[in-house]
C-alpha cells in the first residue's frame, strides 16, 4: 500500500503525537482563566504562537490560530477586504488559487464587491507581468490581491517575492495560501497576509495559521470575540495547536534533505511516464516546482476508472478529471492552464516514501491505463486491434454535417468518450477536412482543444448550440492536418 | 488541588482519549477522497455523526459539526436568521445567553437588523410568559429566538419545552444553546436548532456541534464549501469530532448516577456557604439548575483577590465580578438578574468530585473571604475593630450635599469600593435621611441596588452626571430605613 496524496493531508507526524497527547494531559484549560489550569494553558499556547510564528517569519503578535487553512484563508481575504473597504472594492485573485479562495471571492461578489482572475500561462505559473496587468485592468482600486505560493493541483511555484514587490509598489495588500509550501520553508518577500494548514505538514486536523503583517489594514469579520486578538472567536484547540507548531518545527529541520530526495523521485515520474504510458502530458512546472508533486493527464482515460484501478493496485491518488469531481466539471486549475484533464492523476509523495513505492508505481501504471483504455475500447488501447481506428464504434452515432463535414454526436456522453469519439473519427475526414464533435458534457471544452494540441490537428472554436435553439451542449470544430 | 471551573471547560475523559489516539490513527486523511484511507476516514466520521445525533436526538443528516461551540453558535443564529430573512429581521435573545449568542446578536444588528433581550427574573429564569409578550412586543416579524438551556454561571435551567412551545404556536424557530446541559441529557420539546460545544462534556476542544431540525428554513453563511453539507467550511477534523462522540456517549451512560450525586454535592455549597460566610447571597434557582453548579457573591469583596486567594488554596474557579472582567463590567447575566456582583464566585464541579473536596472548600471559604475583606478594610471584617463602621477611613473623602444629605465621593475607585464606603457611611445619617455615592465603576450600577435590597435598605435611584456638567460617572441615592 502507499499513500500518494500527501498534498491532500497527511498523517499525523510522531512529533505532532507526542506534543498532542502531552498537551491534551496540560493544555485543556480555558486559557482565559487566571487559575493554575488556565495559566498552564496560556503558557502552551503562547509558547505554540512562538514557535509558529518563528517557522512562519512573522511576530508572535502577528500570528492567530484558526480551526483550518479553510477558515484562515476566509478570513483572512475577508478582513484585508474589511479593512480596506474605503480604499478599493476590487478583489485580484490568480486563477488556480485554492477553492477556499476563490469561494471568499464569490463571498465578496455577492456583498456588491467586484474580482477579477489573474490568468496563468500553461505552467500554471503566474507572472509578475501579468499581477501589474490585472491591478493596471481593475476598474477601481484593488484592495486585495490573493496569490498562492505553490499549487496545490500540478505543483508550480509562484514567484511571490516578485509579486509582492508590484503589490508593495501599487499599495495593495498581498494574500499569500502558503498550504502546500509551508513545511518546506517560508515564503520570501514582503507579503501582507499569509494562510496555512496543519494537516498538510503532519500537524493535526482543525488548525490553520493567519499571519497579518504589522500595518496591514485588517477589520476581523464578525462576530468575534476576545480570543485570538479578536480575530477567531471560540475556544482555542490548544493541544492541537501545539502539536501543529511542534510538528511544523520538526518537519522544518528535515526539509531541506527531503526536500532534494523527494524533488528527484519526482523527476523520475515526470520522465518515466510519458516513456512508458502512450498519449501522457505531464503538466505544471518542471523546475519551479513543489518538491514532492507531480500531475499528468491520460488522453482517452477515464479519471475515475482509473483512480480505483490504482487503489485496487495499492495506491491512492488524488485528480482533476471531471469524472472524480462532485460537480463534474473539471478542476479549475487544469481549465485555467489549458491542459487536458481527461485520465489526470496526482501524485504527491508524503516524506519518508521510498524509491522503491515510486518504482512500484513505475512498474503497475502502464497496465493499469491500459486496462482503463481498453474498457473503453478507446484508440491505440489494443483492446481490439483487428478494428481499424478510422471506423466507427458499435452505437456511435455520425453523420455527413450541412457542409459536407463530417459531424459527431456525443451529447450526453461523458468524458473521456467525446475525445475517444473525435480520435477514431478523424482519420474518416481527409487531411484539411473538418469534424464536428456536439457534446454537453463540459470537459469536452478543455480536453477537445488540449488533444489536438497533443496529436497536431487544428481546434476551430466551439459554437454554444443553445444560439440554434437546440438541446444544449456546444459545437466543437476540428480541422485535421496530420 | 480541586478544578472547580468544569463549565468553562474539563479535562479530556478517558474514552475520549482513547477514541482521539485511535481516530488519528485511522481518521487523518480527507473523508471527500475516493481511496482507501479517504473512505476509512468517511466511515469513522459517518460514525461519530450517528453517535452524536443518538445523543441530541436528532437524524444525522440534521446534525453537523464546527469547529467550536462558539462556531455552532454564529453559524445557527446567522443562518437562521438568513433563512427566515424575508419573513423577518427581528431576533429575540434571553438577557442570559452565553456571550457567543450576544455577539452574533450585535453582528445582526451590525447588517440592519433589530435584537430585542426576553428579560429574566432575579433567579435567572425566562418564563414562557415572558417569551410570548416579547414576540408580542416586537416591532415586527420575529425570525428566531435563542434560549439557553440553562445558564453557564448561575445553573438556572431554562423551560425549554414550554418556550419551545410558545415559538411553534407563534411560528418562530427556537435555537437553543445546550452547551451546559447536554452532558445531562437530551434537551426536550421541539425546538428548531441546538447548538453545543464537546469541551464542556469532556470532548477535546476543537468540536462544537450543530442541529437544524428538517423544515427549519436556513442559509448556511457564505463562504462555505461541499463538507458538512455545505454548512460548515473546511477539512474535517475527525479524530476530534469521533473523541467528542464517543466521550459524549460515555458521559451520558453515567449522567443520571453522577447528576445526583453532584446535586447533593452543589445542595451543600448552597445550604453551607451562607450559614458559614457573612453577607453572601447565592444566585440562580435552588431548583430547576444544573446539576453541578453553584453561584454566590460576597458583599464588599474584590472578586479578583478572592479568586486569587482561592487559587493559592489550591481552588480554582471562576467569577462574574467585574474586576475579573477584561472589559472591567460585571457579568451581563448576574446584571439581567439585577443580583449582586461584588465577590463573585462560580463552583462547577467535575464529574467524578469527591465530597471531601467540597468540605475542604467549606473549610477554606470563611478564611479566605474574611482575609480578602480585611485587605479592603470591609465592614464587618474585623481588621480594625477599634474602628466605628460610622466614621470615614483615611482617605475617603465625603461632605454634605446641597440639601444636607451626605454625599460620598467614590469617583474612580473600583469594585468593591464604592459599595464599602456606602456601607460605612450609612451610620452617619439618621434613619430617613439620605447618602449619595458618587461612582464611575459600573458595577456600582448593579451592586449598590443589590446592597440596599441586602441589608433592607431604600435605592432611590440614579442620576447620570454627564447631565450636570460633571466628569462622568453617576450620583447613586440611597435612604436609611434599618
Redesign the interface.
Known amino acids: 500500500?502507499a499513500?500518494f496524496?500527501a498534498a491532500?493531508?497527511?498523517?499525523?507526524h510522531p512529533v505532532a503525537?507526542q506534543a498532542?497527547?502531552a498537551a491534551?494531559?496540560d493544555g485543556?484549560?480555558?486559557p482565559?482563566?487566571?487559575?493554575?489550569?488556565?495559566r498552564r494553558a496560556r503558557l502552551l499556547l503562547d509558547a505554540a504562537r512562538e514557535t509558529a510564528a518563528e517557522a512562519v517569519g512573522c511576530r508572535p503578535d502577528e500570528l492567530v490560530f484558526t480551526?483550518?487553512?479553510?477558515?484562515a484563508l476566509?478570513r483572512g481575504v475577508a478582513g484585508a477586504l474589511a479593512g480596506r473597504a474605503r480604499a478599493g472594492r476590487h478583489l485580484l485573485v490568480s486563477a488556480v488559487e485554492h477553492?477556499?479562495v476563490l469561494?471568499?471571492a464569490?463571498?465578496h461578489g455577492?456583498a456588491g464587491g467586484t474580482t477579477a482572475e489573474i490568468p496563468v500561462d500553461r505552467l500554471g505559473r503566474v507572472t509578475p507581468g501579468a499581477v501589474a496587468e490585472a491591478l493596471g485592468a481593475a476598474p477601481g482600486p484593488t484592495a486585495l490581491v490573493c496569490v498562492q505560493s505553490a499549487n496545490h493541483e500540478v505543483g508550480t511555484a509562484q514567484p511571490v517575492a516578485e509579486i509582492a514587490a508590484e503589490c508593495r509598489a501599487a499599495g495593495v495588500p498581498l494574500l499569500v495560501d502558503a498550504a502546500q509550501s509551508l513545511a518546506w520553508g517560508r515564503v520570501g518577500g514582503d507579503w501582507s497576509l499569509l494562510a496555512a494548514?496543519a494537516?498538510k505538514w503532519g500537524g493535526?486536523?482543525?488548525v490553520?495559521l493567519l499571519a497579518v503583517r504589522k500595518g496591514t489594514r485588517f477589520a476581523p469579520v464578525?462576530?468575534?470575540?476576545?480570543r485570538e486578538s479578536g480575530r477567531v472567536?471560540?475556544?482555542?484547540?490548544?493541544?492541537?495547536v501545539v502539536a501543529a507548531a511542534a510538528s511544523l518545527r520538526a518537519v522544518r529541520a528535515e526539509a531541506a534533505a527531503e526536500a532534494t530526495r523527494l524533488t528527484a523521485l519526482v523527476e523520475r515520474v515526470r520522465t518515466r511516464v510519458p516513456e512508458l504510458v502512450p498519449d501522457v502530458e505531464v503538466v505544471g512546472d518542471p523546475v519551479r516546482r513543489l518538491p514532492h508533486l507531480v500531475t499528468f493527464s491520460c488522453l482517452h482515460v477515464d479519471g475515475?476508472a482509473l483512480?480505483?484501478a490504482l487503489?485496487r493496485a495499492g495506491f491512492?491518488?488524488?485528480s482533476g478529471s471531471s469524472c472524480?469531481s462532485?460537480t463534474l466539471t473539471p478542476s479549475h486549475v487544469l481549465r485555467a492552464m489549458g491542459v487536458l484533464s481527461e485520465g489526470n492523476v496526482r501524485v504527491s509523495l508524503p516524506p519518508g516514501t521510498a524509491p522503491e513505492e515510486v518504482d512500484r508505481f513505475l512498474d503497475v501504471l502502464p497496465g493499469v491505463v491500459a486496462g482503463v483504455r481498453a474498457q473503453l475500447a478507446a484508440p491505440g488501447a489494443g483492446a481490439d486491434p483487428t478494428r481499424p481506428p478510422a471506423e466507427p464504434a458499435a452505437g456511435e452515432t455520425s453523420g455527413e454535417g450541412p457542409a459536407g463535414e463530417l459531424v459527431i454526436d456525443s451529447l450526453g456522453k461523458r468524458c473521456p468518450i467525446p475525445v475517444i469519439e473525435l480520435a477514431r473519427a478523424i482519420g474518416r475526414v481527409p487531411v484539411g477536412g473538418t469534424i464536428t464533435v456536439l457534446a454537453d458534457d463540459v470537459a469536452a471544452r478543455l480536453d477537445i482543444p488540449a488533444w489536438c494540441e497533443m496529436r497536431g490537428q487544428e481546434y476551430l472554436g466551439e459554437t454554444a448550440r443553445e444560439a440554434d435553439g437546440g438541446p444544449g451542449g456546444s459545437a466543437y470544430r476540428v480541422r485535421r492536418l496530420a
Do not use: C, K
Open positions: 500500500m499513500y496524496d491532500s493531508a497527511l498523517p499525523l503525537q498532542l497527547v491534551v494531559a485543556w484549560a480555558d482565559a482563566r487566571p487559575h493554575r489550569e488556565g480551526s483550518s487553512g479553510t477558515a476566509h477553492s477556499a469561494h471568499a464569490e463571498a455577492a494548514s494537516h493535526p486536523s482543525g490553520g464578525a462576530p468575534v470575540d476576545e472567536p471560540g475556544f482555542e484547540n490548544i493541544p492541537a475515475e483512480l480505483h487503489d491512492s491518488v488524488s472524480t462532485s
